[in-house]
C-alpha cells in the first residue's frame, strides 16, 4: 500500500514523520505519525502504538509528549495514527466533540450509516500494523501499545482481545466502563445500539464486549493503568 509522506523532521538523532495514506478498513484517508530512532539505520526496532484521546489527531502526542528523546535512547519506534476517520461526509459526523470526528472508540461499529467508515479496531490491530511493518524496519514479534483517555480504552481492548499480539499494554486515565457511566450514552446509541427496542440492553450487552474491566486474557502480557485525571463522564468516580 502506497505512503504518501506529509512532514520529515531531524529529532532526537532520528526522524518525527507523518504519512498519509488510503485505508481499506476506513475508506478515507488517514494520517499517521511515526518517530524512527536512530537505531532503525541498522537494525531492526519494536513498536510502541499510542492511541490518543478525543479530539486529538496524530499531532498531539508527537507534540507535547517528548517521546521522541526516550525512543531514540532505546531504539524504539512509536506510531500514533489519528483518532477516527475523517471526511466521510457521515450526518451528524461533525456535530458533537465527544462522539464522530475525532472520537472513533477504537471499536467497529455495527449501525448504520458508520459501519462502513468508523473501524478503528480493525484498523489499528490488523490494517495499520501490516502496514508499518511493510514500509519500516520493525521486529514484528516486539509490539506494545498505550494510550491515554479514549485511547486508553482503545489500548486495553486492542491488547484484551488479541492474547499474545502485543508484549505489553499501559492506559493512562483509560475510559473503561462505558457500558455504565451516566450521561455517556451517544457513541453506545449510535454506533451500537439497534433501532427499536429492546435497543438500550441490546446496546450494553454489546458495549460490555468492549469493556476493559470486564475483559479477561489468558494471555502473560504486562499491563500498567494510571488513572490521575479528574473525574468526567470517561472517567466516573464509581
Same mark, same amino acid.
Given at each position: ?16 514523520? #507523518? ?6 478498513? !476506513? ?8 518517530? #524512527? ?7 531492526? =526496532? ?7 484521546? /478525543? ?6 502526542? +508527537? ?43 477504537? #471499536? ?22 501490516? !502496514? +508499518?511493518?511493510?514500509?519500516?524496519? &520493525?521486529?514484528?514479534?516486539? *509490539?506494545? +501499545? ?10 486495553? +481492548? ?19 466502563? %462505558? =457500558? ?5 450514552? %451517544? ?15 441490546? *446496546?450494553?450487552? %454489546? ?6 474491566? /470486564? ?8 499491563? #500498567? ?8 463522564? =470517561? =472517567?466516573?468516580? &464509581?
Amino acid at each position: 500500500m502506497a505512503l504518501t509522506q506529509v512532514s520529515s523532521n531531524k529529532c532526537a538523532g532520528g526522524f518525527q514523520k #507523518v504519512f498519509e495514506h488510503e485505508s481499506t478498513e !476506513l475508506k478515507c484517508k488517514m494520517k499517521f505519525a511515526v518517530f #524512527v530512532p536512530p537505531k532503525a539505520e541498522t537494525d531492526k =526496532c519494536p513498536v510502541m502504538y499510542w492511541l490518543s484521546g /478525543l479530539t486529538c489527531t496524530e499531532q498531539n502526542f +508527537i507534540t507535547k509528549a517528548g517521546s521522541q528523546v526516550p525512543a531514540a535512547e532505546h531504539g524504539i519506534i512509536i506510531v500514533a495514527p489519528d483518532t477516527s476517520p475523517r471526511g466521510c461526509n457521515i450526518e451528524g459526523e461533525d456535530e458533537n466533540w465527544d462522539f464522530g470526528t475525532g472520537a472513533g472508540f477504537y #471499536v467497529n461499529a455495527t449501525e448504520d450509516p458508520w459501519k462502513t467508515n468508523y473501524r478503528m479496531y480493525s484498523y489499528i490491530t490488523e490494517e495499520l500494523p501490516k !502496514l +508499518i511493518n511493510a514500509n519500516f524496519p &520493525t521486529d514484528p514479534e516486539k *509490539m506494545s +501499545i498505550s494510550g491515554h483517555s479514549m485511547g486508553g480504552h482503545g489500548a486495553l +481492548i486492542c491488547a484484551l482481545k488479541n492474547p499474545g499480539k502485543y508484549k505489553a499494554v499501559s492506559a493512562f486515565a483509560p475510559s473503561v466502563t %462505558r =457500558c455504565s457511566v451516566p450521561g455517556d450514552r %451517544r457513541p453506545s446509541q449510535d454506533t451500537w445500539a439497534p433501532t427499536g427496542p429492546p435497543g438500550r440492553r441490546t *446496546m450494553r450487552r %454489546r458495549w460490555r464486549r468492549h469493556t476493559p474491566v /470486564l475483559s479477561s486474557t489468558s494471555s502473560s502480557i504486562r499491563a #500498567v493503568t494510571t488513572s490521575s485525571c479528574q473525574p468526567t463522564s =470517561c =472517567c466516573p468516580t &464509581t
